[in-house]
């Protein structure tokens, strides 16, 4: 396929030498890196850049599973050391070959580039307590306990050339060592601006289609669009919902939507007595009793949310991940919509006559946040429930959030590790100095936090994945969190042009094809 | 002259110190950067560490003086995102902002005084009250609308101009500059003139008005009566009348254009100053939010001075305050 198509283009060269198609691809990104230095800040942007230089031992496909990347194979030697065989005659952007030292120093520079960093790379090496060289192709790692998502936190760590170990982000940002094993190397960068990347013709898997790949960041989405629809740019991700018809309508543009990894989802107040935003008639906290969280749930029509606020893109989520992700469990349905029922049961937990709560959520930080809030409170309105919403723009919202200044609010989060404790953990863990960071609802149950522990520790992929279905099952149950939608993710291209999307939203042109 | 450059220093000083205590309490009152910067996967124990590694768990009072010392040295401190120096990336981000705002200025100043003048001159006519009613429309519509009109127009329907970005550079002196170049222009030229529509409306509102004014004036009348021509009057007697008021209009619109291009540089993917203090807002990055606004300071005050001085250029009986004495 891919011969017949140089060849096509060889041909197309030969007889009309004028209108050769210039190889070069022009990217519309959402959100600029904010840094070259793959190992400084764990943020989507700067990630998504990263993959286009950088390889890690494993890298993590388009749903997120992990495959091969320049470790060829692994095996288990037991419970808590690893042993990778490197992939051979791999080179560095720089010429330089790569090898067994590479990935020690590497991951040894995780905490050097840490430093000044507003979220680091730490957390997942700190498991890791030994790497060494058995021959230059080969690496063993140690952990300092059974560490079922070894590969998941190695796909998130680039691998750079030794001699940049003492490298600093610094460096990095103007450009110094900014060299990787990926299908692209580095040319420019300007911060907020662009990022410019050519070919690398020694990559060691199947070359990139393009000469030159130029990212350009316009942040508004209005300018996004409009970037495409004039033709300045060949692909842009992440589409308003409102404009996604205009663009599938327009002649010469196509739209793909994949779905995302990004749960929308309610977290209440559960672990104080009064809460400053939820009162009941004789002034307790309401949501402290699972039947009113499961009410309010029954009261969400999440096929309306989708398919009005969202224009569609979106799919009702009744999990914390969607289909197809390890831990993801097919026995729990999405909740019906069914007002009648949480009607009775806010009767049957004894507030017939509802109760009073102020819903809060951001307006600034997912796609139309502001409108879903506001539809959530109608729904909540009408089984009884007296609500008022109240946006806010997020670096207001999350501070006050952190700080359990609301009652009831509404957060997104990211599947980042492609299976359930990636947001199991952070959402709904007992709050405590090393879990439950995003558990702004306080939800504890030591149910719970037991299978999510034993799943953690569990080496064997099937009884992992049967502990992670038990603890969402727990977690649902006691409806810890009310999961809304996972977010899709959308990209517009010219004709002519295909990318099969991913679910964490990155733009990779490695995967981006030419007809 | 120099007393008065001193307590003009001294006054520039005064409004630094201020407006860097109101950002520094107020940045500290909306929120915490570390809970909207850190991933949500990360621990309490490491989001305490971070907390520290910024200096955000010390008083207001102490992180202020802590500012303040190092500022004193030039060093306004990292961005907390990009792990750079604040200026550095402000100063990287300047040139293309001053270039987009002194085009706008370049087009208010060239289409605003000669229409401005014209209607000043004949109020009555078709013509005036055609520009007028630009002008309005020119005040009154939001400029991010007109910027998104003027994209579908001439970026999507007729394909003439691009929709968005910066064109090619040339460095002169170090600087890079896109008006040099033919690409470069294309680029500029949409959102130089989407910036500029409301100071063309101003400057013509402003010069017709002085035009009016002036024109009523006696030493006109005298300078008929002496025979000057019409284009004469109008030249040296009118005009220079006329460019008091409108020069410290300008001198501060200057000062506005370059602060807030905010909204046309978003719209049209500018890289200036501009999207990176609306990017650092949203994410409470503050060693760039304060270093952006210190360098506003510091562009207002120097505006200010100019100002005064070409007064006194245009106007001899001007005196700058302190200099007779």
């Known amino acids: 396929m891919k011969i017949l198509a140089t060849a096509a283009l060889a041909m197309s060269v030969a007889v009309l030498p004028l209108t050769a198609v210039a190889r070069d691809l022009t990217v519309g990104l959402a959100a600029s890196t904010t840094s070259m230095d793959p190992q400084f800040y764990v943020v989507g942007p700067n990630s998504a850049m990263a993959r286009n230089i950088f390889d890690g031992l494993v890298n993590q496909d388009a749903r997120q599973q992990i495959e091969a990347a320049l470790a060829e194979s692994w095996e288990r030697i037991d419970g808590t050391t690893w042993e990778f065989k490197l992939r051979p005659d791999v080179t560095f952007h720089d010429g330089s070959d790569f090898t067994a030292e590479d990935v020690i120093a590497s991951i040894r520079r995780v905490p050097l580039a840490a430093t000044n960093s507003p979220s680091s790379f730490n957390a997942y090496v700190k498991a890791i307590t030994k790497v060494t060289a058995v021959d230059p192709l080969t690496v063993r790692i140690s952990t300092d306990g059974p560490t079922p998502l070894l590969l998941n936190n190695l796909s998130r760590i680039a691998i750079m050339p030794s001699e940049h170990a003492e490298t600093t982000t610094e460096d990095m940002n103007k450009g110094i060592g900014v060299i990787g094993t990926g299908p692209f190397s580095f040319l420019s960068w300007t911060p907020g601006e662009s990022t410019v990347l050519t070919r690398n013709d020694a990559y060691w898997g199947e070359k990139a289609e393009w000469d030159k790949v130029t990212f350009r960041v316009f942040k508004n989405s209005n300018a996004r669009v409009a970037a495409m629809l004039s033709g300045d740019v060949d692909l842009i991700e992440s589409i308003p919902t409102a404009d996604t018809r205009r663009l599938e309508g327009s002649d010469g543009l196509q739209v793909i939507t994949t779905t995302g990894n990004r749960l929308m989802y309610l977290h209440m107040d559960q672990d104080r007595e009064t809460s400053p935003y939820a009162k009941a008639p004789d002034g307790t906290n309401p949501l402290l009793k699972s039947e009113i969280r499961r009410a309010l749930s029954l009261s969400l029509n999440r096929e309306a949310i989708v398919d009005r606020i969202m224009d569609g893109q979106g799919t009702p989520a009744g999990q914390v991940v969607p289909e197809g992700y390890f831990g993801y469990d097919p026995a729990l349905p999405v909740e019906t919509y069914d007002p009648d029922k949480a009607k009775e049961m806010l009767a049957g937990a004894g507030y017939p006559e509802g109760f009073s709560l102020t819903f809060h959520a951001s307006n600034d930080r997912y796609p139309n946040d502001s409108r879903i809030a506001q539809a959530i409170g109608q729904f909540f309105t009408r089984i009884g429930v007296n609500t008022s919403v109240e946006t806010l723009p997020g670096s207001v919202y999350f501070t006050r959030a952190s700080a359990q200044e609301f009652s009831l609010i509404m957060g997104g989060a990211a599947v980042e590790t492609g299976e359930a404790s990636g947001v199991l953990g952070p959402l709904l863990e007992t709050y405590g100095d090393n879990a439950g960071q995003g558990n702004r609802g306080r939800y504890s149950s030591a149910e719970f936090d037991a299978a999510l522990d034993q799943a953690r520790k569990t080496l064997d992929d099937d009884e992992r994945e049967a502990m992670l279905q038990k603890a969402t099952g727990i977690a649902i149950a006691d409806m810890g969190i009310i999961p809304l939608f996972f977010l899709d993710n959308t990209w517009a291209m010219k004709a002519g042009i295909n990318y099969e999307g991913r679910s964490d939203g990155y733009t990779l042109p490695y995967y981006v094809t030419a007809e | ?325």
């Open chain 2, 1 to 325: 002259m120099s007393s008065y450059l001193l307590s003009r220093i001294l006054q520039a000083i005064m409004t630094l110190i201020v407006m860097s205590v109101l950002v520094f309490v107020g940045l500290y009152m909306i929120g915490n950067p570390v809970d909207v910067l850190l991933s949500p996967s990360a621990t309490p124990a490491e989001r305490l560490e971070i907390i520290q590694a910024f200096g955000l768990d010390r008083p207001v009072w102490e992180q202020y003086f802590l500012f303040v010392s190092k500022a004193l040295t030039g060093d306004l401190g990292n961005s907390f995102v990009f792990n750079q120096p604040a200026l550095d990336l402000i100063l990287q981000r300047m040139p293309a902002t001053l270039e987009l705002a002194f085009a706008a200025l370049l087009m208010a100043l060239v289409i605003g005084i000669p229409l401005g003048i014209r209607a000043g001159l004949r109020p009555d006519g078709l013509v005036s009250k055609s520009i007028m009613t630009f002008s309005i429309l020119g005040f009154s519509l939001p400029t991010f609308w007109i910027g998104l009109i003027m994209i579908l127009i001439f970026s999507v329907q007729l394909g003439w101009l691009p929709a968005s970005g910066r064109g090619d550079t040339v460095d002169i002196f170090g600087v890079p500059v896109s008006f040099l170049t033919l690409n470069g222009w294309s680029h500029l030229i949409l959102p130089a003139f989407n910036l500029a529509l409301f100071k063309i409306s101003l400057v013509i509102r402003l010069t017709r008005a002085g035009v009016m004014e002036v024109m009523q004036l006696d030493f006109v009348r005298f300078a008929r009566a002496k025979g000057l021509t019409e284009h004469r009057i109008l030249r040296v007697h009118v005009l220079k009348n006329t460019l008091i008021p409108l020069i410290t209009v300008i001198g501060l619109e200057l000062g506005s254009l370059i602060a807030f291009a905010v909204v046309t540089e978003t719209i049209f993917a500018w890289p200036g100053m501009g999207k990176l203090i609306i990017d650092a807002i949203a994410v409470l990055d503050r060693p760039v939010i304060l270093a952006y606004l210190m360098i506003t300071v510091i562009m207002f005050s120097l505006i200010n001075l100019l100002v005064d001085i070409l007064y006194s250029v245009v106007d001899p009986r001007v005196r700058l305050e302190g200099a007779s004495r």
